[in-house]
């Protein structure tokens, strides 16, 4: 074939496929899904600071010695609960109980001599009667009259020193039960044994300590160092939030006590919170929650929320509702209680904030299992 002819054919071909349109394909429908959505808007929040503080007994009880000797035992553990007057420690006291037996001797021996002088004492003092009334009528001497009341107050005073020798030793019979008595420490008040200072077998001398207790009766409260740019902002009764993690309890409480002075070191105050008269563990870890000023976040339903591996996202529509997933970075959790957004723990949190993504005004789907993007949703 001549090349002339060739490329005419050539040509021609090329130009027929040029002429050849294809039909255009129909699009294919979007899927209409029936949804609830969520306006996207700002709203109040009421922000909180954390501080740190603990559980502390209003009254602490410091056990001291009031005797001397070794400890002969010990009748309590740390922590354990005791009753008023129930026997915590003891004391050896044989020492004591060896001076009250030489007392006793020494005070039954002092009574037998005091009744013998006593007799002999109303002997002479009849005898001196008698010498009295031989006087008068002349039928004795002077000197047996002096003889006779001379003997009369020897006795008398004899007996008087008897009878104060014998309170004396009273007195200090009485004394001795009380170190007795002190050799048997005893719980003052209902109570919980904090700390034990001393073991079996430890000598001890008067004003040493023993033992710590709290003091049940008198109760516990929440302390806890406060910044000091909160001081003006907190008052008395004002109604703060306690949470116990340990223990998974939250409390609102009324702020009891504001100590006004500023330490120096920490720029801190202290702060105190009466505890309802439960059997609180001295020492257990707390944190309060301080308000601080309203300010205006963006909270969305956490029902919006899609988890896709890390990343956080919602599905927005469109002003032709149409559903786009849109990428969104969150923040922390909120639930709506007495009225206000407060930030609370992420179990429990409803709504969480959106640091960014989203603006004012949008809509997003709530529940958005069956939307798929692109999908036509219908509310």
Same mark, same amino acid.
């Given at each position: 074939?001549?090349?002339?002819?060739?490329?005419?054919?050539?040509? $021609?071909?090329?130009?027929?496929?040029?002429?050849?349109?294809?039909?255009?394909?129909?699009?294919?429908?979007?899927?209409? *899904?029936?949804?609830?959505?969520?306006? !996207?808007?700002?709203?109040?929040?009421?922000?909180?600071?954390?501080?740190?503080?603990?559980?502390?007994?209003?009254?602490?009880?410091?056990?001291?010695?009031? *005797?001397? =000797?070794?400890?002969?035992?010990?009748?309590?553990?740390?922590?354990?609960? !005791?009753?008023?007057?129930? *026997?915590?420690?003891?004391?050896?006291?044989?020492?004591?109980?060896?001076?009250?037996?030489?007392?006793?001797?020494?005070?039954?021996?002092?009574?037998?001599?005091?009744?013998?002088?006593?007799?002999?004492?109303?002997?002479?003092?009849?005898?001196?009667?008698?010498?009295?009334?031989?006087?008068?009528?002349?039928?004795?001497?002077?000197?047996?009259?002096? /003889?006779? #009341?001379?003997?009369?107050?020897?006795?008398?005073?004899?007996?008087?020193?008897?009878?104060?020798?014998?309170?004396?030793?009273?007195?200090?019979?009485?004394?001795?039960?009380?170190? #007795?008595?002190?050799?048997?420490?005893?719980?003052?008040?209902?109570?919980?044994?904090?700390? /034990?200072?001393?073991?079996?077998?430890? !000598?001890? %001398?008067?004003?040493?300590?023993?033992?710590?207790?709290?003091?049940?009766?008198?109760?516990?409260?929440?302390?806890?160092?406060?910044?000091?740019?909160?001081?003006?902002?907190?008052?008395?009764?004002?109604? &703060? $939030?306690?949470?116990?993690?340990? #223990?998974?309890?939250?409390? %609102? #409480?009324? &702020?009891?006590?504001?100590?006004?002075?500023? +330490?120096?070191?920490? /720029?801190?105050?202290?702060?105190?919170?009466?505890?309802?008269?439960?059997?609180?563990?001295?020492?257990?870890?707390?944190?309060?929650?301080?308000?601080?000023?309203?300010?205006?976040?963006?909270?969305?339903?956490?029902?919006?929320?899609?988890?896709?591996?890390?990343?956080?996202?919602?599905?927005?529509?469109?002003?032709?509702?149409?559903? /786009?997933?849109?990428? !969104?970075?969150? =923040?922390?959790?909120?639930?709506?209680? +007495?009225?206000?957004?407060?930030? $609370?723990?992420?179990?429990?949190?409803?709504?969480?904030?959106? &640091?960014?993504?989203?603006?004012?005004?949008?809509? *997003?789907?709530?529940?958005?299992?069956?939307?798929? +993007?692109?999908?036509?949703?219908?509310?």
């Amino acid at each position: 074939m001549p090349k002339k002819a060739l490329f005419l054919l050539i040509l $021609t071909i090329f130009l027929a496929n040029c002429e050849k349109r294809e039909e255009p394909q129909q699009a294919k429908p979007f899927s209409q *899904v029936k949804a609830k959505v969520f306006e !996207v808007k700002a709203v109040p929040v009421s922000s909180y600071r954390i501080f740190p503080g603990k559980v502390c007994a209003k009254q602490k009880i410091t056990i001291k010695a009031k *005797v001397s =000797g070794y400890v002969e035992d010990i009748l309590v553990k740390e922590g354990e609960k !005791v009753k008023a007057h129930q *026997v915590l420690l003891r004391i050896d006291s044989r020492s004591i109980k060896a001076r009250l037996k030489a007392i006793e001797a020494e005070i039954e021996a002092t009574i037998k001599e005091y009744e013998a002088v006593l007799a002999r004492l109303k002997y002479a003092e009849a005898n001196l009667k008698r010498f009295k009334a031989l006087w008068e009528e002349q039928a004795s001497t002077k000197e047996e009259l002096e /003889r006779a #009341l001379s003997e009369f107050k020897s006795l008398k005073a004899k007996s008087e020193a008897l009878k104060a020798r014998q309170m004396a030793l009273q007195a200090e019979k009485t004394d001795i039960l009380t170190l #007795l008595d002190y050799a048997v420490i005893k719980a003052p008040s209902e109570a919980v044994v904090t700390q /034990r200072l001393v073991g079996k077998g430890s !000598v001890v %001398n008067p004003g040493e300590p023993l033992l710590i207790l709290d003091n049940l009766k008198a109760g516990f409260e929440f302390c806890a160092e406060i910044d000091e740019s909160f001081f003006k902002r907190l008052r008395p009764g004002q109604i &703060l $939030t306690l949470e116990f993690p340990s #223990l998974g309890k939250t409390l %609102n #409480l009324p &702020l009891t006590t504001i100590v006004s002075q500023i +330490d120096p070191s920490s /720029r801190t105050f202290h702060i105190k919170i009466d505890l309802p008269s439960d059997l609180w563990p001295s020492g257990l870890f707390g944190q309060v929650k301080i308000p601080e000023e309203e300010t205006k976040k963006t909270l969305i339903p956490g029902e919006a929320l899609i988890v896709r591996g890390d990343i956080y996202g919602v599905f927005t529509l469109s002003p032709s509702n149409t559903a /786009r997933f849109q990428v !969104v970075r969150i =923040g922390s959790g909120y639930i709506y209680q +007495d009225g206000k957004w407060i930030k $609370t723990a992420l179990s429990r949190a409803t709504h969480w904030e959106v &640091l960014s993504g989203l603006e004012e005004g949008e809509k *997003v789907v709530l529940s958005p299992e069956k939307v798929k +993007d692109g999908a036509q949703v219908i509310f």
